[in-house]
């Protein structure tokens, strides 16, 4: 029930087409859902959250897509460049943050 | 403004060894919480440490603990060492009671 399920493992793109990532979880406690990008050698840093009452949310080139009857979010990158390329994480937040679950990540490569 | 910062960056230790490791929150954030990220894993919560002490727990063995000082820096000490400790270990600054964490480097543990 603590699970988040992420997919796809790895994510090809071309330069300006859009990637999609996609996340499902199964506890409904959870009510604050963020995303994070992380480089190599590096920890993830925070891309976009979202919480349960909006269905949409967008910031520059990242949009979260909420659907919370399917328990389901999903993160789409616009115009995609080669600096995109990262792993890329969704989580689930319980209330207050007590305890965070991330997916396995997903691999992105962003092809010039 | 300092971000998260943790010690040291890279560690090698023995199985059975003992290992602490050190991380500063970001400054206004009294809220630490660490994760341990297998290679080509999501980050695995451990615990979160508020006010001194531990407040939420991730399925981790007892061998697994934790201190939080008054200044709000953080150790992750696990005893005995086991092969498949090996990963990445992140430590993550919040504010009491928001789910916006902050996470640092990372410190690297090879146990051979």
């Known amino acids: 029930q603590q699970q988040v399920k992420q997919s796809p493992q790895s994510l090809i793109v071309q330069k300006g087409g859009i990637s999609i990532i996609n996340c499902a979880y199964e506890n409904t406690a959870f009510d604050y859902f963020p995303w994070y990008q992380q480089f190599p050698g590096k920890g993830p840093a925070l891309l976009i959250a979202?919480?349960?009452?909006?269905s949409e949310k967008k910031e520059g080139r990242f949009t979260i897509s909420f659907n919370k009857s399917a328990k389901q979010f999903s993160l789409h990158i616009m115009d995609s460049q080669p600096g995109d390329s990262a792993t890329y994480f969704c989580?689930?937040?319980?209330?207050?943050?007590?305890?965070?679950?991330f997916g396995a990540g997903t691999r992105l490569f962003v092809k010039a | 403004d300092a971000g998260v910062t943790q010690s040291p960056t890279h560690l090698i230790k023995t199985r059975g060894q003992q290992v602490t490791l050190r991380c500063s929150p970001k400054?206004?954030?009294?809220?630490v919480s660490w994760y341990q990220q297998a290679l080509g894993q999501g980050p695995q919560f451990i615990f979160q440490?508020?006010?001194?002490?531990?407040?939420q727990r991730g399925n981790f063995p007892d061998r697994f603990s934790g201190h939080q000082y008054p200044n709000y820096s953080s150790e992750l000490n696990v005893n005995a060492l086991l092969l498949g400790d090996s990963a990445l270990y992140l430590c993550?600054?919040?504010?009491?009671?928001?789910?916006?964490?902050?996470f640092g480097p990372g410190t690297r543990l090879l146990v051979l």
């Open positions: 989580a689930a937040s319980t209330p207050g943050g007590f305890k965070t679950i």
């Open positions: 400054s206004g954030h009294d809220t």
């Open positions: 993550a600054s919040s504010v009491d009671n928001q789910e916006t964490q902050y």
């Open positions: 440490y508020y006010e001194e002490e531990e407040r």
């Open positions: 979202i919480r349960p009452d909006v």
